[in-house]
C-alpha cells in the first residue's frame, strides 16, 4: 500500500533527565513529520493523526551521568520560583519548587517504584 518512511531528529538546546521534555520533544517531532487534524468527535481538544503510524521510535545520543552535567536555572524557572516565595513564604520546600524540579522529583520517586515492583507498577498521568 502507501508505506513510507520518514526520519526526524532534533537536539535539546539544554541537558535533561526528565522523561517528560523527552516525550514533550517526541510528540513534536511526530507532529511534524505527520501532522494531526482535530477530531471533534472525540471532544474538542482531541487530535489524531493524518495517516496511521506503524512504528515510531525515539533515540537519545550523547548521554553524560547526572554528576557531570551543570544545569543553569532558565529564566521562567527562576521567575516562577520568585512569584512562589513572594506569594507565601511559609510554604513547605515541596510546593515551593519549580514545576519542572517537581516534576524530575516525580519521575525518580516512580523509577524507585519501578526498580522495586517492575515496569507496570506505576506510571505519570499525562
Known sequence: SDLHYVTRSSTLQNATDSTHEFYKHAIDLL?????TV???ILGGNNTKLLS???LAGITANNLVPANKV???PSLNDILEEN???SKNPAQNSISAMNKNTRLRHA?????AVRK??????AHIGL
Do not use: I
Open 31 to 35: 507532529s511534524k513529520a505527520n501532522p
Open 38 to 40: 482535530h477530531n471533534y
Open 52 to 54: 496511521p503510524v506503524r
Open 70 to 72: 551543570s544545569l543553569q
Open 83 to 85: 512569584t512562589r516565595e
Open 107 to 111: 519521575e525518580h520517586a516512580l523509577d
Open 116 to 121: 522495586k515492583y517492575g515496569d507496570d507498577a
